[in-house]
């Protein structure tokens, strides 16, 4: 005599139902299914119970994924002398399962409550991926599997990068059972993670001068972010006879490496969006999460990489958007190089905040505009003396003294001779 119980369930024949019952013993701890059998334990039997058999095999096969047959044994049996169907299924290893029409979703996921079924939680899903998967976010199945990608396909396309179902499984984007990964969700017009940019009037919080959210695939927001950033760098230029050289507020490589540095190496396991603070005087750039545990501040200004999200890198390196791993905060620090203010940052327990001090464009432009008419008028002597460089700079004496020592010791010019017979030449 059989008696429902939370391990077993007795059904009269097969239905629909069937399969969200196989679904919730595989994802709480198995059980068994009896179908030919009334709530009360009594024994109906099944007048084509081979058929049904049948029937059962190809509704297990085409209606649930991940695949269990692995997991579950379907047989007739004779009790009483009628044919029963006995299904034992084992708890799988690759849950949730889920009705494979649907995907991961509350609505096709269930699990077992002593005798009772019932829609499974985000909560409860997310739980059993990261069970299954690990904890490597952009490694675990994603809850949403019906995601697109036409940014992401546009721009691999201008690279001559292919994009097919092939390379989404070298990328990571797809995992070896078909599913989209939460890479490919970063990827996708879906992504839920957003950059978040505030423009502020002086150099704190108190007043707002515009704010503006940006979301989509991970590719767009960086493209987007980084045109907005530029929108508010001004910018100097100066011509050296016909070649025009351009000096901005920020230098462009080092706005582009602190974003690019904040996407790819953030934490996506957390829901906060990373946040971009514009002051008259500086760049904030927060990212969420801090170091990858076992780095310091001291190796990763080394080179040292280790990657939080290294199948997002290897995305963005193929873009060409990363020229090589570890060097991000090196060549920061190398686009101020000659600056009074360097960047610097600051690392928590959960964020990364990059500082990127504002040039004064005014000095800029007025030191841009010596060091250009001091290489010109140099480059058109063969040699100088020191008074003849105060008379083209209209500087004083010690100043052009000063000047001179910093030239020969960066081996821009040379001496030649000495005592009044001193003169200097550019060094070839």
Known sequence: MYEESSTIELKRQVTDGLKKEVIAFMNTNGGTIVIGVEDDGSVIGLPHARQDLESISSMLRDSIKPDVLVYTKAEIISIEGKDVIEIEIARGTRRPYHLASKGIKPSRVFVRHGTTVNPASNEAIRKMIMESDGTSFENIRCMNQTLAFDYAKKL???????????????????????????????LSEQCEHTVKCARYQGTTKLEFRDRKEFGGSLLKQVNDVYDYLQMHNASVAEFNGLQRIETSEYPSDALREALINAVVHRDYGFSGSILIHIFDDRIEIVSVGGLVQGLSVEDIELGISQSRNSKLANCFYRLKWIESYGTGLQRIRESYAGVEQEPFWEIGPNAFVVTLPKKDLVSLKKN??????LMS???????????????HLDRSKSSVRQLITELVASNVIERVGRGRATKYRAKL
């Open 156 to 186: 691999f396309a201008e690279e001559k990068l292919s994009f097919g179902q092939t390379q989404q499984r070298t990328l990571g984007i797809v995992n070896e059972e078909g599913y989209y990964t939460n890479l490919g969700l970063l």
């Open 368 to 373: 841009q505009g010596v060091s250009l008419n």
């Open 377 to 391: 008028w140099i480059k058109q002597h063969e040699t100088f003396t020191s008074k003849e460089l105060e008379n």
